[in-house]
């Protein structure tokens, strides 16, 4: 078939018409359905409901209002002891552990024996006290003969001076060894030859409990040796590491509330009673807080939470009712429409006497907020979302 050149022109701008006409379809159609995706996409955040569902959900809503709101300062730190309340045991003359039954977390009382030791020095410390007082009774005789010869004109100011002097050295040998004497508590007036000793006894200094020990029965300890670490829990405390920003939110006497990891239902209440301006490199200070009623499962180095409520102030707020916890996050829903609501998200602060604090409170100034029923639309929006 032959076609003449005016019909082929024809079909061909034919073609290209039905050729672009469908690709204009085709764009429409796209376009179209991205249109319909946005509008869908926007409305995944609106809930509208209908007379019956409207009923049932029983929506109220309320307004931004200020409350007296009192922040909470959540800090941790440690379970802490003064220097005066950690006792180490030592022996400054050394020895062997003869005899001691402590273990740790042990109570005890002040004057209570808590180990015996023994060594041959000891021995030797209390038979050296005993030759000096002797030496001492007999130059103070010496010097009362001396001195009564001396009145008599029959001895020299000399033999009586050297008699003095006699007496005095013997009387700062016998004290210096009394002295020694008390450091491993024997009492050198009421030592005899019949009442010498190998062993010598240690008493616990303090009230408390036992922290560690150091030592079994038969070991030699060296005078720099600690034997025990008592603690003395009436001054024991929590050590809080709080940020610089925070100090002066902080004053003496403000309660704390504390709570292991481990079981935090267990609440240890206090208060501050130290606050400390000096800020370390990492931006922190200490605190310390004293535990009004002390409990002997709380031990040094134990790592703690605590909170620690300031002052109130007041600050834009919502019933706690108002907002809606989902997938990590807090929101409220506020009213667009007739029966028609839109979840927005809230940044929260702290809450009290029913009323939340809110962060980002200037993206709903002016906003009917949906106190009653909040939970409801939140199930609503999730089903729809679902049969998407």
Not at 137 to 142: M, Q, R, T, V
Not at 244 to 271: A, C, F, H, M, W
């Amino acid at each position: 078939m032959i076609l003449f050149p005016i019909y082929k022109k024809q079909i061909i701008t034919v073609f290209a018409s039905l050729t672009l006409a469908l690709l204009f379809t085709q764009c429409k159609n796209n376009e179209t359905t991205a249109v319909e995706e946005i509008v869908q996409e926007e409305e995944t955040n609106i809930v509208i409901l209908s007379d019956a569902q409207m009923k049932h959900a029983a929506i109220e809503t309320t307004e931004l209002q200020k409350q007296n709101i009192a922040t909470v300062l959540k800090m941790n730190g440690k379970i802490d002891v003064p220097p005066q309340n950690l006792i180490s045991i030592t022996n400054p003359l050394g020895g062997y552990i003869k005899q001691t039954k402590l273990m740790p977390g042990m109570q005890i009382k002040k004057g209570e024996m808590i180990a015996t030791m023994e060594d041959p020095q000891y021995i030797e410390l209390q038979q050296n006290y005993l030759i000096a007082k002797d030496k001492y009774e007999l130059a103070k005789l010496d010097f009362q003969r001396q001195k009564e010869l001396n009145a008599n004109q029959a001895s020299s100011d000399k033999v009586m001076q050297q008699a003095q002097a006699e007496m005095n050295t013997q009387r700062i040998t016998m004290k210096a060894l009394a002295q020694q004497l008390s450091l491993i508590n024997i009492n050198a007036e009421k030592l005899t030859p019949n009442t010498i000793s190998r062993t010598i006894s240690i008493y616990s200094p303090i009230h408390g409990f036992v922290s560690n020990t150091y030592v079994n029965v038969g070991k030699y300890v060296t005078p720099s040796d600690v034997i025990f670490e008592l603690i003395d829990p009436t001054d024991i405390h929590l050590n809080l590491k709080v940020y610089e920003k925070d100090l002066d939110k902080l004053e003496i006497g403000q309660r704390v509330v504390s709570y292991t990891n481990g079981n935090p239902s267990k609440k240890y209440e206090g208060e501050i009673v130290l606050i400390s301006m000096d800020v370390n490199n990492e931006g922190t200070s200490e605190v310390h807080c004293h535990f009004k009623n002390f409990e002997k499962n709380l031990v040094p180095g134990m790592y703690m939470n605590a909170e620690i409520d300031t002052h109130s102030a007041l600050m834009q707020a919502l019933p706690e009712d108002s907002i809606v916890y989902f997938e990590g996050k807090n929101f409220v829903f506020i009213e667009t429409g007739k029966q028609t609501y839109q979840i927005l998200p809230v940044e929260i602060g702290a809450t009290e006497a029913g009323f939340t604090s809110i962060i980002n409170y200037e993206e709903l100034k002016g906003k009917k907020i949906v106190d009653k029923g909040a939970y409801t639309l939140l199930m609503k929006l999730k089903n729809t979302e679902e049969e998407e």
